[in-house]
């Protein structure tokens, strides 16, 4: 099918529909839905999904997450300031962050997206491990 993406991650089908990629993961009865941006990280990270990610605090700012391998950053931004609620890479890491407070620019830091629904259950502290995957 051929799809055509807008910069907020929306895609139009030749039919007209509009669609959104997004990530999705279930945790203590709650669902997780991250809207994800489209640019090349997003696109190599749905080929790794589903997958299941042990997350943890870092910081007191974010969860992060190890992915099975890195993932391609080819032709995005050096770094980013993030907000509270984005969804990012961090490059040097190989790392998925969760931003549960804002934080200053970090260079080698790739937004994926945004918590779109379940941020209070993205940001519980502790460890916990969930299966994500794309819809």
Not at 26 to 53: C, F, K, S, Y
Not at 54 to 60: I, P, R, T
Not at 77 to 104: M, Q
């Amino acid at each position: 099918m051929f799809l055509v993406f807008f910069a907020n991650g929306a895609a139009a089908t030749p039919e007209g529909y509009i669609t959104m990629k997004h990530i999705i993961f279930q945790l203590n009865g709650e669902m997780v839905e991250i809207t994800l941006d489209e640019n090349e990280a997003t696109r190599d990270l749905l080929t790794l999904l589903p997958h299941q990610l042990e997350w943890d605090d870092y910081g007191q700012v974010e969860k992060i997450s190890y992915l099975p391998r890195k993932i391609s950053t080819q032709g995005m931004p050096d770094g980013y300031t993030p907000e509270k609620g984005d969804f990012a890479y961090y490059a040097p890491w190989g790392n998925i962050v969760i931003f549960c407070k804002p934080f200053s620019y970090s260079p080698g830091l790739k937004k994926l997206g945004h918590v779109s629904h379940g941020f209070e259950a993205a940001c519980q502290k502790g460890k916990y491990t969930v299966s994500m995957s794309s819809r």
